[in-house]
């Protein structure tokens, strides 16, 4: 049985035919985009093929991305020769990258079992500056999807670990760290957009 991380390897094309659709703009990204300052630098963490970091920069911000597939990193680089893009695990130590004004975490949450949440916040704190933001996407339940986790592809088993969090959770895995401020609007009915404010001054 295959992990997340090769999962995602073997995926990358089908993951950034898709991405880079137009139709595939992430709901509320404007609005998130919105909040920090004109310019700011945005990490687009757990950022894939790298679709939505190349839509930050569009919007005239300092955008970079980091990831751990190695093959989605190779796509991110070559749509997008002129961002940054680093490879790392979100749960290990990514200060290396430097302090941002905000975080686009979409989706990355669904692969971090509950009891990790508190780790990935701690993280994400030490490149957030204080008052900065992070928009977190999660899958709304309640512990690991089965039928979202398991899949078969060329004949090989993939588990990518589906975790599904309630807000109560990730509100929890946060605390001390970044304050929930609101949930923002958004037309995808099983999924969550938590925006979240890094604490201290």
């Known amino acids: 049985m295959r992990g997340v991380q090769e999962y995602y390897d073997k995926t990358a094309a089908e993951w950034a035919a898709n991405g880079y659709d137009d139709k595939a703009y992430l709901p509320c ?3 998130f985009l919105s909040f920090l300052p004109p310019g700011g ?3 687009d963490l757990c950022c894939g093929a790298g679709y939505e970091t190349g839509r930050i920069r ?16 190779n796509i991110a680089r070559a749509r997008n020769p002129d961002i940054p893009f680093f490879q790392a ?3 290990g130590d990514y200060s290396h990258i430097g302090i941002v004004d905000g975080i686009l975490l979409s989706a990355g949450l ?5 009891k990790d949440l508190p780790l990935a916040f701690a993280q994400m704190a030490k490149v957030v500056r204080p008052g900065g933001l992070v ?7 309640s512990g690991k999807l089965a039928e979202w986790s398991l ?3 060329d004949g090989e088993e993939y588990d990518r670990n589906f975790i599904a969090h309630t807000l109560d959770e990730v509100i929890e895995g946060a605390d001390g760290l970044f304050a929930y401020q609101r949930e923002l609007p958004s037309d995808m009915p ?5 925006l979240f404010r890094r604490e201290g001054s």
């Open 29 to 31: 990204l404007d609005e």
């Open 151 to 153: 899949r078969e592809i």
């Open 135 to 141: 928009l977190a996407s999660i899958r709304e339940g």
């Open 41 to 43: 630098r945005v990490l």
């Open 190 to 194: 099983i999924w969550r957009q938590l």
């Open 89 to 91: 695990d979100m749960l």
């Open 110 to 114: 669904v692969h971090i079992e509950t």
């Open 58 to 73: 569009a919007q005239g911000f300092d955008a970079l991305g980091l990831d751990f597939s190695g093959e989605s990193l």
